[in-house]
């Protein structure tokens, strides 16, 4: 079972829209961080949040806002008038220790494709 | 990607060559990470380190291997490369092994294995 699911391959949607991207994670482990990243089309990959398990209250950063519901394991991230240069693939990300140790690793969804049209 | 650099950025090989893909760092970060993205699987980790010659495998491991002679430097070696190894590379980057440590990532090394 994938530990970190974007159901979501691709969305497209045109500029001023709003658009939510979807991720769902499963984890034993009652201490671990779900992160954001961003890669646009250049290719380098930009952090955008990061979230522990302890705090499920939402976070606004101008057009990004965050939504983690650990009831739900979801940790869904939604741009609000959405532009153009939102255009890019979006990761979402798990971060545990495996066996209780001490080395978290970082475990990344497949990726949603964003595509916001003029 | 201030503070990392990937060398190469792109090569093109033969299968059954060995190549060598270098990271390097200037911000004294104890961890280093080796991932790989392909198309429809995001990115896996192959391997991390965390210290000099301190390393250990990631959910990709097969096929690969590194080594870190020193904190500023991680080499990722394939020993005999094949097709199925063509992919880009990321190397990252964090102050410590705990969760809530940010990794910064390199630009990326693309490789081709014809």
């Known amino acids: 079972a994938q530990k970190v699911t974007q159901a979501q391959t691709e969305i497209s949607v045109v500029e001023k829209e709003d658009v939510t991207l979807d991720c769902v994670y499963e984890?034993?482990?009652?201490?671990?961080?779900l992160f954001w990243y961003k890669q646009p089309p250049s290719g380098e990959l930009v952090f955008l949040i990061r979230?522990?398990?302890?705090?499920?209250q939402n976070e606004i950063s101008g057009r990004y806002s965050w939504n983690f519901q650990k009831s739900t394991s979801s940790f869904n991230f939604t741009i609000t008038a959405s532009q153009v240069v939102d255009s890019a693939v979006y990761f979402c990300?798990?971060?545990?220790?495996?066996?209780?140790?001490?080395?978290?690793?970082?475990?990344f969804g497949k990726g949603t494709l964003l595509t916001v049209n003029p | 990607d201030a503070g990392i650099t990937q060398s190469p950025r792109h090569k093109v090989t033969e299968t059954g060559t060995p190549v060598t893909l270098r990271c390097h760092q200037t911000?004294?970060?104890?961890?280093m990470y080796w991932y790989r993205q392909d198309p429809g699987h995001g990115l896996r980790l192959i391997h991390y380190?965390?210290?000099?010659?301190?390393?250990d495998k990631g959910e990709v491991s097969d096929g690969y291997s590194v080594s870190r002679s020193k904190t500023e430097d991680f080499l990722l070696t394939l020993e005999s490369a094949t097709s199925s190894q063509t992919s880009v590379y990321f190397c990252?980057?964090?102050?410590?092994?705990?969760?809530?440590?940010?990794?910064?990532f390199g630009a990326g090394s693309r490789l081709t294995v014809l």
């Open positions: 979230r522990n398990s302890f705090d499920e």
């Open positions: 911000e004294n970060h104890r961890y």
């Open positions: 380190s965390y210290g000099v010659k301190d390393t």
């Open positions: 990252a980057i964090s102050p410590g092994g705990g969760g809530a440590n940010v990794l910064t």
């Open positions: 984890t034993r482990d009652t201490t671990y961080y």
């Open positions: 990300a798990l971060s545990e220790a495996p066996s209780g140790g001490s080395n978290y690793k970082l475990t």
